[in-house]
C-alpha cells in the first residue's frame, strides 16, 4: 500500500475546502484536497448573494474559479473518498481510496446533506429553482409569488415566518405529526397570516414541466410559483465522531475560535460545523482554520 505526506489534508472540495486549500498554499504549504464530488454548492443553479458577483453566479461557476484559484498557487486537489480518518500521535492516518496518507493537520469541510421529501424530481427541482433550500441566500427572488414551505417541524414554522419579509402569500404544508408544531408556533403563523395545510408527503406534486410552478394536490388544489423545503440537514461527521470529536446537540462538531475541534490539529468549516449554511460563511471559515494550520505548523 502506497503512503505519502502533506502538510495539510482537507476533505471536501466546497467553498470552506477551496478557501482553506488557496490559503495554505499561498502559505506555501504541500496541501492535498479530497474532493468527493458532492459539494452542495454545486447544486446552486444561480446566486445573487455572493459578494463580488452582481449579475449572479452558478454554484457550479463558484467553485470552478475557486479550484483554478487554489491550483494556480500549488494545491493539489483529486477526487477520492476518504475512508477513515485515525490520530498518529503526532498527526493523523487518511485511508483514500486504498492509499494511506499522513499529515499533522486535517481540515474537515464535508458540508452536509438535505433532508430532501421523499418526491420526485426533487434535484431538477432544485436545479431549476422550483424547489428552494436556503430562504437567507433567495429569498429575495420570491418577492410577492406565491409560495410553499414543506416541513416537519418547528423549523418549517420558522422557515415561513422568515419569509414573511419577501412573499405575502405564504402556505406552510406540514408533512409531520400534528405535535410536532406547538401552540405556540400554530398561533404565530395565525397572527401572521400563514395558512397551514397538514398532509402527508406523497400529495405534494412537483410540476417540473411547469416552469416556476409547484402544486399541491389533496382535498383541494393549491399552487405555488415556489416553494422551500424545511426538513433540515444532517452534517458529514461522521470522520470526526468515529475519533472521537464533539458535536452539539444539532451533532454539528464543535470547534474553538481558531476552527479546531476538541482534537488538536483537527480542524473543520463551513456548515458541518454552524447551521447558517452559507457560501461566504464557509469561506470565511475555511480561512480562519487555514491560518490556524499553518500556525501549528509553526510551532505557534
Known amino acids: 500500500m502506497s503512503q505519502t505526506s502533506y502538510d495539510a489534508v482537507i476533505v471536501g472540495a466546497g467553498p470552506a475546502g477551496l478557501t482553506a486549500a488557496l490559503y495554505m498554499a499561498r502559505f506555501r504549504r504541500q496541501v492535498l484536497v479530497i474532493d468527493g464530488g458532492d459539494s452542495r454548492a454545486a447544486w446552486i443553479p ?3 448573494n455572493h459578494p463580488g458577483f452582481p ?8 467553485l470552478e474559479l475557486q479550484r483554478r484559484h487554489a491550483v494556480r498557487y500549488g494545491a493539489q486537489i483529486r477526487s477520492g473518498t476518504v475512508d477513515a480518518l485515525s490520530s498518529t500521535g503526532e498527526g493523523f492516518s487518511l485511508s483514500i481510496d486504498g492509499e494511506t496518507v499522513l499529515s499533522p493537520t486535517v481540515l474537515l469541510a464535508c458540508g452536509v446533506e438535505d433532508n430532501e421529501p421523499a418526491l420526485p424530481g426533487v434535484e431538477r427541482a432544485v436545479r431549476q429553482t422550483l424547489l428552494r433550500t436556503c430562504p437567507i441566500c433567495d429569498g429575495f427572488e420570491v418577492i410577492g ?3 410553499g414551505v ?3 417541524d418547528g423549523l418549517g414554522a420558522r422557515e415561513a415566518l422568515f419569509l414573511q419579509t419577501y412573499a405575502d402569500q405564504l402556505t406552510l404544508i406540514h408533512v409531520g405529526a400534528p405535535d410536532a408544531l406547538t401552540a405556540d408556533e ?8 400563514i395558512t397551514i395545510v397538514e398532509t402527508p408527503i406523497e ?3 412537483l410540476q417540473i414541466d ?3 410552478a409547484l402544486c399541491f394536490s389533496g382535498a383541494s388544489r393549491l399552487e405555488f410559483d415556489a416553494l422551500y423545503t424545511a426538513l433540515g440537514v444532517t452534517p458529514r461527521t461522521g470522520l470526526a465522531l468515529a475519533i472521537g470529536a464533539h458535536h452539539d446537540e444539532s451533532s454539528r462538531l464543535v470547534v474553538d475560535e481558531h476552527q479546531q475541534t476538541s482534537i488538536p490539529g483537527l480542524y473543520a468549516a463551513g456548515d458541518m460545523v454552524r447551521g447558517l449554511n452559507q457560501i461566504t460563511t464557509a469561506q470565511g471559515e475555511g480561512s480562519i482554520a487555514a491560518t490556524a494550520m499553518h500556525n501549528r505548523l509553526r510551532g505557534c
Open 46 to 48: 444561480e446566486t445573487h
Open 55 to 62: 449579475e449572479g453566479v452558478s454554484g457550479l461557476d463558484l
Open 145 to 147: 409569488k406565491r409560495v
Open 150 to 152: 414543506i416541513g416537519g
Open 186 to 193: 400554530r398561533d404565530q403563523l395565525a397572527r401572521a397570516d
Open 203 to 205: 400529495s405534494v406534486e
Open 210 to 212: 411547469r416552469p416556476r
